[in-house]
């Protein structure tokens, strides 16, 4: 089968982080926010940086997007794709690669304070809140995954 000359069937490459806390009773929270566009609910990512490994761009984009600082994980907790719309309208497919942030802290300033809503959903309300189904596997599981590592501990 020969390859597709055309560019805007190409799958493109964006890294996130689902960005994560645990309250004083134990509760998991994470941040959702919503994207400048659509208003959607998401996750911050991005494009890949230039001479930054995968999970140090996802980082970037989380302090860029939210002015979140903490613990990135280095090994993704898989990935989600979605259609990813440019200026002009133009609809391209991407695949994200979800890394883990365990939030530490917010910054008091940010690139892009004002430009989106942000807010700490509980683990059911995150997963209702996203479109994307793959995405919404990945928060449950990893919810999941933290509960069951408090209990452990």
Not at 30 to 35: K, V
Not at 56 to 85: I, M, N, T, W
Not at 107 to 127: H, I, N
Not at 140 to 151: D, I, N, P, S
């Amino acid at each position: 089968m020969a390859a597709s000359s055309e560019k805007s069937f190409k799958v493109r490459l964006q890294y996130a982080c689902l960005p994560y806390r645990r309250k004083a009773g134990g509760e998991v929270e994470f941040m959702l926010l919503t994207s400048r566009e659509t208003k959607r609910w998401v996750i911050p990512k991005g494009w890949p940086m230039k001479g930054k490994k995968p999970h140090a761009s996802a980082a970037r984009e989380a302090l860029e997007e939210a002015g979140l600082v903490g613990k990135v994980g280095r090994e993704p907790l898989g990935s989600y794709d979605y259609q990813k719309r440019l200026k002009g309208g133009t609809a391209v497919p991407c695949r994200v690669d979800v890394f883990p942030l365990a939030v530490k802290s917010q910054r008091k300033d940010w690139p892009e304070k004002g430009q989106r809503t942000l807010r700490w959903f509980s683990r059911e309300e995150a997963v209702e809140a996203v479109d994307e189904p793959e995405l919404r596997d990945l928060i449950r599981t990893f919810g999941e995954q933290l509960v069951t590592a408090e209990g452990e501990g």
